[in-house]
C-alpha cells in the first residue's frame, strides 16, 4: 500500500524513524515533511541521524502563527496528496503537521491514521490538545500507544461505538481503534545501549556539550519549546525557576525559543548554559546522565521516565500522566512556579543522592522495546486490505 507520511517536527521524525523500516518491509511509504522544524540544526541533524531517507516532498512551511503555519500547510499538502494518490495518509501525533493532514484527508476523501491517537492532557487551552482531537475524530485507524488513550477514545465514542450504519460503514470507513504501543519507547530501547557511557556527554559528545565539561549527576538537563512559554512574561518565569534550582543547567535552546529570548531583552541565569539543539542520542544521553530534567516537551517527559530520570514539567497538565508521582512516576507538574520547583527537585533528586543515582541509572536503566512499529505496519495492512 503507498502510505504518504506527514511528518514536521523532531518527535514525528522519531517516531517515523521508529516505524520506518516495518513501514517499507509492508508497504510503500512516501515521506512528506511539512518542514514545521525547518532549522537544519533540528531537522537535517535528525534526518541524518535516524537514517530517514531525504523527504520524498518537502513543503518548507518554516514558523509563523499557528492559524499561517496551518493554512500554509494546508495550501502545501493538497496538491501534495492529489498527485500522490496514496491509498492511506499517516499522521503521528499532535502538532500543527498532524493537524493539517488530518484535514487534507478528509476533505480529499482519503483514508486516515492517526499513530498516538487517544492522548489527552483535558486542557483545551493548549493547541496540542486541539489537534489531537480534531484529528482522532477525522481519522478512521486509531493508533493508541496504552490503553489509557484507548479508553479516552472510547469515552469520546470513537472507534466501533460510531461506526455508520450502511454501506459507509464497510471497510476503511468504519473507525477502528488499536493499542499498538508507543513508537518513542522502541528508539530509545534500541539507543540506551550507545549512551551508557559517560563518554556520550563527555569526550564523545559535540562539541558544545562536550566543552561543557559536565560530570553524571551534577548538572539538569532542560528543553523549553512550547508556545505558552515563549511569551516575555513566560521566559522571565521560567528563567527564574532555572536559576532558582540553583544546579547547573544545560539549555538545548529551540531555535523559535532562542528568538523570543533575544527579542524580550532577557537575562539568562549565571547556572544556566545554553546550547544548540542535539541529536537523538546526545539529548537522549543528556537525560540519561543528569540529577533530573525541566522540561515541556511530551516526548522529553516520557523518555526520561523510561530511563528512570526524575523530571519537572513546565506544564499546568500532561497527557503523560502515567509518569507523575502521584501514578508512581517520577516527574512533577510545576509550571512556572519556582517555590514547586525547587520543592520537586529536592523531593525527587536530592543534591546529595543525585551522582551516585545518575551512575548508577546509566549502568543499569533497562527499556524493553514496545515492539509498536510492527503493531503499527499490520493495523495498517490489516484496515487497507479489509
Known amino acids: 500500500m503507498k502510505l504518504a507520511c506527514v511528518v514536521g517536527t523532531r518527535p514525528q521524525l522519531i517516531k517515523a524513524a521508529a516505524a ?11 515521506l512528506i515533511d511539512t518542514g514545521q522544524h525547518y532549522d537544519e540544526e533540528i531537522a537535517g541533524r535528525f534526518f541524518r541521524e535516524l537514517h530517514l531517507p531525504p523527504p520524498d516532498r518537502q513543503l518548507g512551511v518554516g ?14 499538502l493538497e496538491p501534495v496528496l492529489l498527485d500522490e494518490q ?19 484527508a478528509a476533505e480529499l476523501d482519503l483514508p486516515l491514521a492517526h499513530v498516538e491517537a487517544g492522548l489527552r492532557s483535558f486542557d483545551r487551552r493548549m493547541p496540542e490538545e486541539i489537534n489531537r482531537v480534531v484529528a482522532d475524530h477525522l481519522a478512521q485507524l486509531l493508533l493508541a500507544p496504552n490503553e489509557q488513550a484507548a479508553a479516552n477514545l472510547r469515552a469520546e465514542g470513537v472507534g466501533a461505538g460510531n461506526a455508520a450504519s450502511g454501506p459507509a460503514a464497510e471497510g476503511w470507513r468504519r473507525a477502528r481503534v488499536g493499542v499498538v504501543g508507543d513508537l518513542m ?3 530509545c530501547a534500541a539507543t540506551l545501549p550507545h549512551v551508557r557511557d559517560h563518554s556520550a556527554i563527555g569526550e564523545g559528545a559535540p562539541e558544545d556539550v562536550r566543552d561543557l565539561g559536565l560530570a553524571s549527576g551534577e548538572y539538569l538537563f532542560a528543553t523549553v519549546h512550547r508556545a505558552e512559554n515563549r511569551a516575555p512574561d513566560a521566559i522571565h518565569e521560567w528563567l527564574a525557576l532555572l536559576g532558582a534550582l540553583d544546579r547547573s543547567v544545560v539549555l538545548a535552546l529551540h531555535p523559535g525559543t532562542r528568538r523570543a529570548m533575544d527579542e524580550c531583552d532577557c537575562v539568562i541565569p549565571p547556572n544556566v548554559h545554553a546550547v544548540p539543539p542535539q541529536g537523538y542520542a546526545t539529548t537522549l544521553a543528556l537525560q540519561l546522565h543528569a540529577a533530573a530534567v525541566v522540561t515541556d516537551s511530551g516526548g522529553v517527559q516520557r523518555e526520561s521516565a523510561w530511563l528512570g530520570t ?17 501514578h508512581g512516576g517520577r516527574s512533577a507538574l510545576v509550571g512556572r512556579d519556582a517555590t514547586l520547583a525547587v520543592a520537586a527537585l529536592e523531593r525527587l533528586a536530592p543534591r546529595a543522592a543525585t551522582p551516585g543515582s545518575a551512575i548508577r541509572r546509566a549502568a543499569e536503566a533497562v527499556v524493553s522495546p514496545a515492539g509498536a512499529d510492527d503493531r503499527v505496519s499490520a493495523s495498517i495492512a490489516a484496515w487497507l486490505g479489509a
Not at 523530571?311 to 509518569?323: K, P, Q
Request: zero cysteines; glycine letters at 8%.
Open 86 to 104: 496514496p491509498d492511506a495518509v499517516v499522521v503521528f501525533g499532535d502538532t500543527n503537521s498532524t493537524l493539517a493532514g488530518a484535514l487534507v
Open 20 to 30: 520506518w523500516h516495518a513501514l517499507r518491509r509492508d508497504h510503500a511509504p512516501r
Open 185 to 187: 519507547q522502541d528508539l
Open 63 to 76: 514558523s509563523g502563527s499557528h492559524a499561517r503555519q496551518l493554512a500554509a500547510m494546508i495550501d502545501g
Open 310 to 326: 526524575p523530571a519537572l514539567v513546565l506544564r499546568g497538565s500532561t497527557e503523560w500522566t502515567a509518569t507523575l508521582e502521584e
